[in-house]
Every structure is written in C-alpha cells, then in structure tokens.
C-alpha cells in the first residue's frame, strides 16, 4: 500500500509555510536514506501544477507535520 501525500500549492504562499513543507521533504528523505525503524519511507515526490506530492508507505496516524507541533491524536 502507498499513500500521496498531496499539498495545495495556492495554501503555500507563506514563505514559513513552504519552508515547513521543504523541511519535511528532507527529514522523509534522510529517514528513507537510513531506513529509519519508525519513520515511513518516502518513494518518490513530484509535483503538478496544482499541488506538491510525496508518495510514501502507507501507515495510520497522521503526517510528520502534525506530530512534530504535539497535535497527535493519543
């Protein structure tokens, strides 16, 4: 199973926004990298017109983001 993590790039025009987005990028490439025990592996990113995508495997929980501002849902 994967799971396409699609960011609407008209919601990214904040600078702070778009560099949260890059950060996540490179944390989801140096944990695919290392094969990082819990952290899901990132397939490939690409991106359309429309939106910025990361093609990782699938796991239930949520985004990194989400986890690392302490939002996660226990």
Known sequence: MFAIKAINKQ??????????????????????????????????????KLHACFVMEYAAGGDLLTHSKGRALH
């Open 11 to 48: 919601n990214t025009v904040d600078c702070e926004i778009v560099e949260r987005l890059m950060c996540e990028h490179r944390i989801m490439e140096m944990a695919t990298d290392a094969h990082h025990p819990f952290l899901t592996n990132m397939f490939a990113s690409f991106q359309t």
